[in-house]
């Protein structure tokens, strides 16, 4: 029987598959600190890792076969610690695809309806003041041209969709963006035409802080911007001056570079829809996420190698 430790309280119906093994896991919404991850992962053979996992705590795991990534983007796990260790280090980008993107364009659509704006009048000023046509205009989405910057799977996924609710799509990745889904365009061209920028890199020493006020002065007057990758990829204070300076119509955020820290003034702004992170926060796929974690360990303990290593082992 091997022990698997797990570093927040997410649901857990999704790891039946781990039945009949130790699973160490805190009360639901909770999540075990630094101190008590420390404590915990000498005796663990498998982690799964839903934040922060620093090097100090993966070199205390001495029997650490697998860190299973509890999501595709791992910048939170020291993965360089771990192949010093000899502790392969997995993620699961698969599940959690369409529901981020999904986000992405229902951050899209409440920022340029300003449902979240109107939201939050109806119920603090009178109805009266606030129906008529003409009153409070939005943006429709078709005919809008969306610049999807990072072409991974999220990425391509935030294109189809946009593609069926009529917009012209513009795809810069590194890599190179999916011409059947999109027009490849460099960095500068992406930002110069697109009405909406939505973010979908990985967090990487070239992404951070990516946009930043050079981006920002090279966006279309009035842009939006989404961001559902990861928060330091962004300079906050260059997206609050191009917000308050009139350059951006406004922004739709589900993360931030010091959560679960949010910045105030993005709160005072009613034209910025934040979200605390959900991207992937469904039933479905937070069962889907743990069964995949499930596979990875089961096949690391069988001495298999697991999908998905993202640190070279």
Known sequence: MATILITHGIPDAGFRALE???????????????????????????VVAGGKLPAEVIRQGKKLRIIANYGAGYDGVD???AAECGVPVTNIPDTVTRDTAELAIGLMLA?????????LRLRSEPSRSLFGMGRYMGRSLRGQTLGVIGFGRIGRCTAKLA???????????????????????SLEQLLRE??????????????RGLMDRAAFAQMKPGAMLINTSRGAVVDTDALLEALENGRL???GLDVYPNEPEVPERLLTHNNVVCTPHIGTNTIQTRD??????????????????????????
């Open 249 to 251: 119509s406004g922004a």
């Open 194 to 207: 697109s009405d909406v920028v939505s973010l979908h890199c990985p967090l990487t020493e070239e992404t």
């Open 79 to 81: 993965v360089r610690a």
């Open 20 to 46: 009949g093994h130790r699973i160490i896991i805190p009360e639901p919404l909770a999540a075990y600190s630094m101190e008590e991850l420390a404590a915990l992962i000498p005796e663990a053979d498998a």
């Open 163 to 185: 593609s069926a609710l009529g917009m012209r799509v513009l795809g810069y990745s590194r890599r190179g963006a999916d011409a059947a889904l999109c027009e490849p365009v």
């Open 288 to 313: 889907e996420m743990a069964a995949a974690c499930s596979a990875q360990i089961l096949d690391a303990l069988a001495g298999r190698r697991p999908e998905n290593i993202v640190n070279g082992l």
């Open 111 to 119: 920022v340029s309806r300003r449902i979240g704006e109107m939201n």
